[in-house]
């Protein structure tokens, strides 16, 4: 078992609302033992100061899936690193592949925003990860690499990786443990050769795509996944916090 403090984050995408994420809350924070993970909820914008006041204290912290590059300005519909802070985040997705798929956005989008989220203090936690086609052609190292690349380049002062092979998303098929420690152990090597040992030593590198609570201690038993990033499991309190669960409390 590595010094990485495990990382369990839950991505509720485009679901919940007031009423059902407050009722989430309540019980997922009546598991009062503290888990041996850091744990970060992402809902949806309009529930951040919600959630986030829910979680205040507890042993959960709060995220946002997303954010513009630029600070303010006419972005109809976005909301900038500054207006997340206020909203009580800490942390931020930035590059999860269904904004990359569903809103076009390549590597340099992402480099931008995650010098944003630095920028404001927010904790990235940078996505990655290649497609099935990419997968079946062999191509799935230069993916990483070139997507890992260049969130590098905005020199991000801390973060957290996840590697989500999209094949892998909401499909109900997950990478095989060694698949997935394939893929961390080529990022890790990757940090190293950028960052330097020291800091690819420390740095967080979870496993998302199809988490539940029946394949979560095989995949947490590889030397390099040091946690998940969780879609559809984490959206019942119970499941995610057997995931949580097997990282021990
Ligand atoms: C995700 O949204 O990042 C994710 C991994 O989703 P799921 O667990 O549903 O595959």
Known sequence: MSERIPLVGGNWKMHLVSSSAVDYCDALLANDDD???????????????????????????????????????????????????????????????????????????????????????????ICVGETGDERKAGRTLEVLERQLTAALAAEPTGFALAYEPVWAIGTGETATPETAQEAHEFLRRCLADRLGDDVAGVRRIVYGGSVKPDNAASLAAQPDIDGFLVGGASLDPEKFWDIIRCWGS
């Open 35 to 125: 888990p041996r993970a850091e744990v970060v909820l992402f809902p949806s914008f309009p529930m951040l100061p919600l959630v986030a006041a829910k979680l205040e204290g507890s042993w959960a912290a709060c995220g946002a899936q997303d954010l513009h590059p630029e600070d303010e300005g006419a972005h109809t519909g976005d909301v900038s690193g500054l207006q997340l802070r206020d909203a009580g985040s800490t942390w931020v997705l930035c590059g999860h592949s269904e904004r990359r798929h569903d809103h076009g956005e390549g590597d340099d989008v992402v480099r931008r925003k995650v010098e944003a989220a630095t920028r404001h203090g927010l904790m990235p936690m």
